[in-house]
């Protein structure tokens, strides 16, 4: 994958841009990048702060792979991200929580949000991955809403780290995870998360905008990137929607 970085000094949303670009025939490797992002969304079209100091990225992909399997690329950005920041920080304390946030001591500092687009034969046309990772954000400046369940990397570890070399070692880690992916399969990604995530063996309370509509022990993950919750009764529920609280 031949990476093509455009840079910005502010945009509305990474990801509103790479959707523009991606129909416009941007090649797979182009990846969308901005200092700030004035509006800036998360899962379930919350708001995603994106001041100076965050990296803010979206990654524009095209897989050859059968649509129900795409939610693999969030598996993929949660492993290449984790292993990429454990790396550069030297820790092995940072963590992936199903479905999209990397959490480092409970603390979120990174979330992912994907989509993906179909073409007229059902298959797809791209794929994007925003990701949003704070890097030298000052956690005094975040939000009163954040502050408790919001880290910044650098002033957690104490270093001085740039947004461009946090993001180069990033997709150098994607690259070459992606490129796995596409020849391996699966269980490569499976594998790793299995290894680097924070979520199975946890009780969780599954929910759906905000209710809670499941309860249990996380016991897997299937390929379609969806959790097994096994509840205190015994039933198996799968999920490949909502998210979770870890209880």
Known sequence: MKIQLKQFDVLQSTNVTAVAFAKDGAPE?????AERQ??????????????????????????????????????????????????????????????????????????????????????IDYAIVGIGINVALNPEDFPEDLKGIAASLNASFNKNYTCGYVLDNILREFDFLYQQWLIKGANIVISLWKKLNCTLGKQVLVKDNDEVIFSGEVISIDETGAIIVRSKEGELQSFDFGEISIR
């Open 29 to 33: 490797g182009t990846v969308i990048v």
């Open 38 to 123: 004035n509006g800036g969304r998360g899962r379930r079209n919350r708001v995603w702060n994106s001041p100076l100091g965050g990296l803010w990225f979206t990654v524009i992909l095209r897989p050859h792979i059968d649509p129900q399997y795409v939610a693999q690329v969030t598996l993929l950005a949660g492993v290449a991200v984790a292993q990429a920041l454990r790396q550069i920080y030297q820790t092995d304390e940072i963590t992936i929580k199903w479905p999209n946030d990397l959490l480092l001591r409970g603390k979120k500092v990174c979330g992912i949000l994907s989509e993906m687009q179909l073409d007229e034969n059902g298959a």
